[in-house]
């Protein structure tokens, strides 16, 4: 005989607005199998907790219904507590009262109706719980990380640092992301370049980091504690163990004339090249697409120079496959360029240029060597105008969000110029200044009032060529909207920071979601920053969305605790709740007919053929086995199977249907 | 295909050089635009400035009637009519109980079955495909093309062209050999309905027009719109004066720089009705 308690939770006021919390109590407690009802203020506090566990013992329960939030939020908090009370914790069940009741409905009689409606669900369906094992897994100790910015660098010497190996995949040839691009970093103004490269170094020369770059991850399967990768490691058309550095090859390659996309296309770069000088592995690739012997199929200079005979042109992209038990996701993130502004003529006009071609002008690396030059004449601009929000906070762009690091990058770009041309002029023209972050205001306020910056609050409607200068139109809203004209040489565009290309087709091949602008989203935008809603794969850095620096490496760290806390047990539990087909004894040994309709709709390949054979060998009939290490418990398989002959614990056909029939059935 | 046309009031007024020259076209390619009979008034600034309902009621009435008429496409060379013609459809075909209203106001059926497309939209259907055998004086000028307000906004009824640095009008000309250069001013306002009270604001917007395609080299300047011609020519004496200046570059409607291509001239395409000399030709 079923003993059946229930435990309303008002949630604070979540739930007791709108729901009569008594009169649930009162109609829960005179349902059919119910031995215990009772109702409290904070059900997942450790009083309400308690009060789950002594009503089991004192009432004798045989299952639990929690009538409280989603299961999302807490029905693991439940479980434990009705293991606690000496349950087996899959007989407890979450009514969700609040999402799907008093959030959504206004207070009133028909809204407490339908809170008991969904009790009695739970109930019947509860009552239909059958105990069951959590299943154990192993736990594969090394993680991938993928990405090798300032956040996968940071996470992969965490995790590493804490004795577990890690594989670091780089799309481009070198790591260091784009912070290895910027000149100095707010609000310090200390060298990027002189804080991140000794990271880079000790990624490449840590004993328990395994580095790929120009590598990509094609494919991902598994699940938590379990994953295979695999990597496509495009060919260098270089022998790397041969390869010394030296960088012959780089000085004789005939073809110079290529666009680098390490200083933002305002310098030029050969066809076999290292990233930058300081790159990380620093061994040069063959840009095939640009390389005169890949299309005409003559030259070969760098193979003739080479004083190791390091250069191999028929070498193939290798893919390999890696085992590994987590994943970081680190992809970072890009800015909004090209045909986006035509009203600021970005992409025309030659002097207006986004922020990350401002760093490489400022950097002492860069194409002027840290003189700030204007790229079409060369000339040392005199004025110099500074759009923030270029297309950030603009929802007629599409873009309704904040990139949350422009204000401060803008207000240190101010700063530089004014450091590097004295006479100069520098404008900002702003939305409103968000420097929150330490020592982040002192900041901007040092940009304006010692560096005399002119900031100007109000947007730039156009700006246009005029006689080889630029005119700025804009607006300036603390003057009384008046318009400001302003004649620059160069106008610098705090364009809006945006996901990277291909981060939508990487998401889907990771299975993690993304939201709406393709940044990666978390698992819960409050109580799992860093954690995605795929078990075991998380995120650092800005592939989530605009970051800056130190939030990236905390980010980052946070995502190696998070990798480290899962390798630091032996095998891993998993909830249960995954398909199985039925199984009987001789003759008829099971329900499935072996059609295998199930098999391609599996988007886990959890799906596997299991012959049953006689003594002598013949095969008598074949099934469908689900592999429950494999299996999510979509449910997708129980629903098109034909013969009915799969179902789903926790959630099998009869308890669904009862819970139907319970809703329909007047009590 | 039917292909209607609206005139609005400026084509058979201020604007009779644009009517004249839309019509020399459309014949030296064998089109014949239909009038919509019977037309009435879009309604232009001031009826949507006063009363939604009856803004709505005017062009809903014309489109009606074209849709009467069996119209497939209204042309509509005026960018202003072309406006309230898009705006209403769209607000129609959004809000169905507003179209229900509307049709009892104008006592006609509205269906929203024809097609409205902007000058460009039709020298790009109608005259391009055909233009190449037909050019026999290619328009050898540097130009500047102005678009004004109403042609490409707004741009998420219109959802024409780009709406901050449109093409549209410059890959046409380019087609008859001119070279549309670089101009700040595409779609500037060019002080439209002022023209009348504030004659002094239109100096000043339509000057700051006229002379940066003076200043880039610009031998003409390209419009499709009557009330932009109108403020860019009939008050190029008031601009001059304001800016104390002796600007002089013409302002031709871009079916008459195609129709002057294909051999028309200039009498034909109404050049000798504009204020401001055209020296081409």
Not at chain 1, 206 to 229: M, R
Not at chain 1, 249 to 260: G, R, W
Not at chain 1, 544 to 552: F, L
Not at chain 2, 228 to 236: E, Y
Request: aromatic residues 8%; neutral net charge; proline residues 5%.
């Amino acid at each position: 005989m079923a003993r059946i308690g229930v435990f309303i939770c008002h949630c604070g006021e979540n739930i007791s607005a709108t729901v009569d919390c008594g009169k649930v109590c009162e109609a829960a407690s005179k349902l059919k199998h119910v031995a215990y009802a009772t109702e409290y203020k904070y059900m997942c506090s450790d009083p309400g907790q308690s009060l789950v566990k002594n009503a089991i013992i004192e009432h004798k329960l045989t299952g639990v219904v929690v009538s409280a939030c989603s299961p999302r939020m807490h029905e693991p908090t439940f479980r434990k507590a009705t293991a606690e009370g000496g349950l087996n914790p899959f007989l407890c069940e979450m009514a969700n009262l609040r999402e799907h009741c008093s959030w959504v409905h206004e207070k009133g009689e028909a809204t407490t109706e339908k809170a008991i409606d969904i009790v009695r669900t739970l109930v019947e369906k509860v009552k239909r719980n059958a105990a069951l094992q959590p299943i154990r897994v192993p736990v594969t100790k090394a993680a991938l990380v993928i990405g090798g910015g300032i956040a996968g660098i940071q996470a992969a010497l965490d995790i590493a640092n804490c004795g577990h190996k890690v594989i670091m995949v780089e799309r481009s040839p070198s790591i260091g992301g784009h912070m290895s691009q910027l000149s100095e970093t707010f609000p310090t103004l200390d060298c990027s370049q002189c804080i991140l490269t000794p990271r880079m170094v000790e990624v490449l020369q840590h004993p328990n980091i395994t580095l790929y770059s120009y590598a990509e991850v094609e494919q991902l399967d598994g699940f938590i504690g379990n994953f295979v990768a695999k990597i496509r490691k495009k060919a260098k058309s270089l022998d790397e163990k041969a390869c010394t550095g030296c960088g012959l090859c780089i000085t004789k390659c005939p073809q110079k004339k290529i666009p680098n996309e390490f200083e933002e296309g305002m310098g030029f770069r050969p066809a076999i090249y290292v990233p930058f000088p300081q790159a990380v592995p620093n061994r040069p690739v063959i840009d095939k697409a640009n390389c005169t012997y890949y299309i005409k199929g003559k030259c070969k200079v760098c193979e003739i120079v080479c004083p190791t005979k390091a250069i191999r042109f028929d070498q193939e992209d290798e893919v390999i496959d890696v085992e590994v038990g987590a994943v970081v996701v680190a992809t970072g993130f890009d800015i909004k360029r090209a045909d986006f502004f035509p009203e600021y003529g970005y992409g025309k006009l030659k002097d207006v240029i986004d922020g990350l071609q401002f760093e490489r002008l400022a950097s002492a690396s860069g194409p002027t060597n840290g003189e700030i030059l204007r790229p079409s004449d060369g000339q040392k601009p005199k004025n110099i105008v500074f759009i923030a929000c270029a297309g950030s906070r603009d929802p007629a762009k599409g873009i309704a969000y904040c990139s949350k690091i422009c204000c401060m990058y803008t207000a240190k770009h101010a700063m530089l110029y004014k450091h590097k041309v004295h006479e100069g002029n520098a404008h900002v023209f702003y939305m409103d200044i968000r420097s929150a972050g330490k020592n982040y205001d002192e900041f901007v306020r040092r940009a304006i009032e010692e560096d005399h910056v002119n900031y100007i609050r109000g947007r730039v409607s156009t700006v246009y060529e005029r006689d080889g200068k630029l005119i700025v139109k804009g607006v300036d809203t603390l003057l009384g909207a008046q318009p400001v004209e302003i004649v620059a040489d160069m106008v610098v565009l705090a364009t809006a920071g945006v996901a990277n290309p291909g981060a939508e087709e990487l998401a889907q091949r990771l299975h993690v979601s993304y939201d709406s602008h393709k940044f990666f989203a978390e698992a819960h935008p409050k109580l799992k920053p860093v954690e995605t809603n795929t078990a075991g794969i998380f995120l650092a850095g800005a592939c989530q969305n605009p970051k800056d620096i130190p939030d990236s490496v905390s980010q980052a760290s946070g995502a190696a605790v998070k990798v480290a806390a899962l390798f630091s047990q032996s095998e891993l539990t998993r909830e249960p709740l995954v398909a199985a087909v039925n199984r009987f004894g001789p003759p008829l040994y099971s329900t499935c007919v072996g059609c295998f309709m199930c098999q391609p709709v599996c988007p886990y390949q959890a799906i596997e053929r299991e012959e049953i054979k006689s003594r002598d060998g013949k095969v008598i009939k074949s099934l469908a086995k689900i592999n429950e290490g494999l299996c999510q418990g979509c449910g997708t398989c129980v629903a098109l199977c034909r013969s009915k002959s799969i179902d789903l614990y926790g959630y099998t056909n009869e308890q669904v249907y009862t819970e139907v029939v319970a809703l329909l059935n007047d009590y | 295909m039917k292909i209607g046309i609206y005139p609005g009031c400026s084509l058979e007024g201020s604007a009779r050089d644009y009517n004249e020259s839309v019509f020399a076209l459309a014949k030296a390619f064998d089109i014949e635009p239909v009038q919509i009979p019977d037309w009435n008034c879009c309604g232009a600034t001031a009826a949507h400035n006063l009363n939604k309902e009856l803004s709505l009621a005017l062009p809903a009435r014309i489109l009606a009637l074209a849709e009467k008429h069996g119209v497939d496409e209204i042309l509509v060379p005026c960018a202003a009519c072309y406006s309230r013609l898009v705006v209403t459809k769209h607000e129609l075909q959004k809000h169905p109980e507003l179209k229900n209203r509307i049709c009892e106001v104008i006592e006609m059926d509205y269906k929203g079955t024809s097609k409205i497309i902007n000058v460009i939209e039709w020298i790009d259907k109608y005259i391009i495909p055909k233009l190449e055998e037909k050019v026999k004086k290619p328009f050898n000028y540097k130009v500047a093309c102005y678009y004004g307000c109403l042609l490409v906004r707004p741009n998420k009824v219109l959802n024409y062209d780009r709406v901050e640095d449109p093409q549209t009008m410059d890959v046409v000309m380019s087609k008859i050999g001119a070279t549309a250069i670089d101009f700040a001013f595409k779609t500037e306002c060019c002080g439209a309905g002022l023209s009348i009270s504030r004659t002094d604001i239109v100096s000043k917007l339509s000057g700051k027009i006229i002379e940066d395609a003076e200043h880039r080299g610009a031998d003409a300047i390209i419009v499709a719109c009557p009330m932009c011609h109108s403020n860019l020519d009939m008050r190029r004496p008031d601009i001059n004066k304001y800016w104390n200046k002796e600007f002089n570059i013409p302002v031709i409607f871009v079916t008459q720089a195609i129709g002057l291509a294909v051999g028309l001239t200039p009498a034909q395409v109404g050049l000798k009705r504009h204020f401001v000399e055209v020296k081409i030709s």
